[in-house]
């Protein structure tokens, strides 16, 4: 393995989940780093310089929130956070504390793998993606404001603009509604959820992205929206 491979270190006290995460990622191509608790995680995240954190919520001697809340005084590592907890609430909070996506258990390898490269892709360090999406069908460019479905301009409100920039301005990760409502309508509606759900409607309709098989806008239930990357 070459020292350019990505680091990835898992803090999660099950050991099958650890040996289960160590030899797929290795399968990979990444370098892995394990800890079965919480301060043997964050005392590794301090010294072997991971470019990658995968955090359980339920470990043994502190809650995950609280690792990941003192990870964030310091570090702007990429936080992939697992959990057994199926709540809505648990994943919102996870992400308003700073976490970058979620998985519940059980999680398909192949998708946690998919998500992982999202977040590596846009680990702290690297230059900002260029502001224009383009996958031969979509074209948003940010730089003029304009998108467009198959060479024809769509016409968006500033509303429809704003949540469309910037779920893809954080493209393959969870945006939660508060975070999308604070941006786009100010913190006095981060409650007004319903108008949320208005506009992400309209601009399903305009994209002629289906709800049920999502090409572009995925809903995340009860926590967020994420642009399929």
Do not use: C
């Amino acid at each position: 393995m070459t020292s350019s491979a990505p680091r990835i270190l898992v803090i999660d006290d099950e050991a099958q989940i650890r040996r289960f995460l160590d030899i797929g990622l290795r399968a990979e191509g990444y370098e892995v780093l394990l800890a079965a608790n919480a301060a043997d995680g964050l005392a590794l995240a301090a010294t072997q310089s991971p470019d990658l954190v995968i955090l359980d919520i339920g470990l043994p001697d502190r809650d995950g929130h609280d690792v990941l809340a003192e990870l964030r005084q310091w570090s702007q590592l990429p936080v992939l956070m697992l959990s057994a907890r199926e709540a809505e609430s648990e994943k919102v909070r996870a992400l308003d504390l700073g976490a970058n996506d979620y998985v519940t258990k059980p999680f398909g390898v192949q998708e946690l793998m998919a998500r992982l490269r999202v977040l590596l892709r846009q680990r702290p360090g690297e230059s900002e993606p260029p502001p224009r999406y383009d996958d031969g069908h979509l074209v948003v460019d940010l730089a003029r404001r304009e998108v467009s479905l198959d060479g024809a301009l769509l016409s968006l409100t500033r509303k429809e603009y704003a949540v469309l920039a910037m779920l893809l301005r954080h493209a393959g990760r969870v945006v939660t509604q508060q975070q999308l409502l604070r941006e786009v309508w100010g913190a006095t509606h981060t409650s007004d959820s319903q108008y949320l759900r208005i506009v992400i409607g309209k601009l399903r309709q305009k994209l002629g992205d289906d709800p049920a098989a999502p090409r572009w806008l995925k809903t995340e239930p009860g926590v967020g929206y994420r642009f399929v990357d």
